[in-house]
C-alpha cells in the first residue's frame, strides 16, 4: 500500500518555515544591509559565513543525534528534533531584519556582534528542521517513486512558500509606498519597515504550518536491523540482489565515510545547493544595480524564478521515472547554465530578456534541486537508520561553500559605497560562479554514470547472509572482492552480471 495522501500533504507543509525563512535570508539578507542599513560590505558577507558556518557544523552533530536517540514527549526521533529547530528558529529570526533594540545608531562592529548570536540560533534551529524532516522521508517509504514524489512536493511547497515570500513583499511596496519612489533603482532606510513587517508575517505563517504537520503525520516506529530485515525475508524481499545488498548489513557513519558514493553524491549536492543560492542572494543586486530596473524588482524576478521552479517540481516524478535520475540531473544543468550565459549579454538596453533568463534559471535549478535530494535518498536506500547523517553531512557541504563563496564575493565587491564598477560586478558574479559550480556538478555525474546509485558492495550476497551479520558484529561492508563473497555468491549474481 502507498503512502496516504494525508501524510504526503502533511509532509510537504512541515519545511514551510524554514523556506519562508531561507528565502528571507538568501534573497534579502545581502540587499537589506547592504542598501537598507548602509552595513559594511565585508561585515554583511562575515554575518552571512557565521551563519553558514554554524549551520555547516550543526549539521552532522544533529544528524548523529537525530539516528541513535528516541525523541520525547510521545515525539518520535525526528519530530522531536524538528519541534527543537522550530522553536529556534520562531524565536531568533525576527531579531535579524530589525535594528539594535535601544540602538539604532550603533558602529557596524558593534551591530555585528549584536546580530552574531542570533545568526548561530537561528541557523541551530534551521538545520535541525531540515535534517529532521529530510530524514523522514526514508523512514516513511521505502518506494524509490514515492522518495521522489516526496521531493518533489517538498520542494512544491519550497517553491509555494517563496512565491508568499515574493508576492508579500511586492504588495507591502504596494501598500506603503507611492509609485516614484517604488520606480526609484535603489532601497533606502525608508523600506526597512517593510522588510520588519514581512518576516513577522512570515514567522508566525511558518509556526501554524509547523503545528499542522506535528498533527497530522504519523512518524514509523523504528525497530533494531535484526528484525528489520529477518520481516524483509518473510516479506519475499529477498528476491532483488540489489535490496538484498543493501539490508545486508548497518551501515553507521563509518561506514558511509568508507563509501565512494557518499562523496560523489556530496559534490552534486553542494554544487546544486551552491547554484540555486548565490542566485538567488545575488540576483536582486544584479537585477537593481546591474540592469537598473525599479526596486521592486526585487520582489518580482525572483517570485518569476520560483513560478518557473514550481512548474519543473510538478513533473519531476514523470520525468525521473521516465529519463531516469542523471538524465533529469543533466538536463537541469543544460537549463541552468544556458541561464547564466544569456545573463553575461543582458544590459540596460535589453533588460527586458532578463524574464526568459530567469524562467531557465528556476526551471534548471528545480530540476536540480528535486534530483539531487532524490539522488541522496537513493544514496540512503534502506539504511534508514543512518539517514539523518547523511543528510546532515550533504548539508555540512552545502553551508559551508555557501558561506565561503559570499564571503569571497563580498571581498572582492569593487568598493565599499556603490560606484559604476558594481554594475559589471553582480553580472560577473551570476555567470561565474553558478555556471562554475555546474561545470563541476556535471563532471561529479560523469563519475556516477557507470554506477548505480545506492548499490552497495558485495552485490552477491543473499539476505540471510546480511541477517547473519548484523547479529554477529554489525560490521561495515566488505570489499566486494572479498573470498567471502566468491563463496556465497548465488549462481543468479553471476547470469546478471
Known amino acids: 500500500m502507498g503512502l496516504p495522501l494525508t501524510q504526503r500533504l502533511g509532509y510537504s507543509i512541515g519545511h514551510v518555515l524554514n ?37 555547516a557544523m550543526f549539521t552532522p552533530f544533529i544528524g548523529y543525534e537525530s539516528d541513535r536517540t528516541r525523541g520525547f514527549c510521545g515525539l518520535g526521533r525526528r519530530k522531536a528534533w524538528h519541534l527543537v529547530g522550530t522553536i529556534s528558529v520562531a524565536c531568533s529570526y525576527p531579531f535579524l531584519f530589525n535594528d539594535c533594540i535601544g540602538y539604532p545608531n550603533a558602529p557596524d562592529w558593534s551591530k555585528f556582534i549584536y546580530f552574531a548570536p542570533f545568526v548561530v540560533i537561528f541557523q541551530f534551529g534551521w538545520a535541525a528542521t531540515q535534517i529532521s524532516h529530510l530524514s523522514l522521508i526514508p523512514d516513511l517509504t521505502s518506494d524509490d517513486n514515492e522518495r521522489v514524489e516526496l521531493n518533489g512536493i517538498r520542494y512544491a511547497f519550497t517553491v509555494l512558500s517563496n512565491l508568499v515570500v515574493f508576492g508579500i513583499f511586492w504588495l507591502l511596496f504596494l501598500l506603503h509606498g507611492d509609485h516614484s519612489d517604488n ?15 514581512l518576516v513577522f508575517i512570515i514567522v508566525g505563517m511558518g509556526i501554524v504550518f509547523s503545528i499542522a504537520f506535528h498533527l497530522i503525520v504519523r512518524e514509523p516506529v523504528q525497530h533494531d536491523d535484526v528484525s528489520t530485515a529477518e520481516n524483509a525475508i518473510s516479506d519475499g524481499f529477498s528476491t532483488t540482489i540489489e535490496k538484498s545488498t543493501v539490508l545486508r548489513t548497518r551501515m553507521t557513519w563509518k561506514c558511509w565515510l568508507k563509501t565512494k558514493q557518499f562523496y560523489q553524491i556530496a559534490v552534486v549536492y553542494m554544487s546544486t545547493r551552491l547554484f540555486v543560492n548565490v542566485s538567488q542572494i545575488y540576483l536582486p543586486l544584479y537585477v537593481t544595480e546591474t540592469l537598473d530596473l525599479p526596486k521592486d524588482s526585487v520582489a518580482i524576478f525572483p517570485l518569476v524564478v520560483y513560478v518557473s521552479g514550481f512548474v519543473a517540481s510538478i513533473a519531476m516524478r514523470l520525468v525521473n521515472s521516465r529519463l531516469g535520475r542523471k538524465a533529469t540531473y543533466a538536463l537541469g544543468l543544460a537549463l541552468g547554465m544556458g541561464a547564466c550565459a544569456w545573463i ?59 558561506g565561503v563563496a559570499v564571503v569571497l564575493i563580498q571581498h572582492l565587491h569593487p568598493c565599499v559605497a556603490c560606484c559604476p564598477s558594481c554594475k559589471d560586478y553582480y553580472r560577473q558574479v551570476l555567470t561565474f560562479v553558478p555556471g562554475g559550480v ?37 560490521s561495515c561492508p566488505a570489499d566486494e572482492t572479498s573470498p567471502l563473497l566468491e563463496e556465497h555468491r548465488p549462481q543468479s549474481a553471476t547470469i546478471q552480471t
Not at 26 to 55: C, E, K, P, R, T
Open 19 to 55: 523556506d519562508l525563512t531561507a528565502s528571507v535570508w538568501f534573497s534579502y539578507l545581502i540587499v537589506y544591509f547592504h542598501q537598507v542599513m548602509n552595513f559594511n560590505n565585508n561585515l554583511a558577507g562575515y554575518l552571512m559565513l557565521i551563519g553558514q558556518v554554524s549551520d
Open 183 to 197: 520606480m526609484e533603482s535603489q532601497l533606502t532606510s525608508v523600506d526597512a519597515l517593510k522588510f520588519r513587517n
Open 344 to 402: 553575461y549579454f543582458l544590459n540596460h538596453d535589453n533588460a527586458k530578456q532578463v524574464y526568459g533568463a530567469v524562467i531557465l534559471l528556476g526551471l534548471g535549478g528545480s530540476t536540480m534541486l528535486v534530483t539531487s535530494l532524490a539522488m541522496t535518498s537513493d544514496l540512503i536506500a534502506c539504511n534508514v537508520e543512518s539517514g539523518a547523517f547523511v543528510y546532515g553531512a550533504m548539508s555540512f557541504t552545502d553551508k559551508l561553500s555557501n
Open 438 to 474: 555546474a561545470v563541476v556538478a556535471f563532471i561529479a555525474l560523469l563519475s556516477l554514470l557507470p554506477y548505480k546509485i545506492g548499490l552497495r558492495p558485495n552485490t552477491g550476497n543473499a539476505l540471510k547472509t546480511a541477517v547473519d551479520g548484523i547479529k554477529a558484529d554489525n
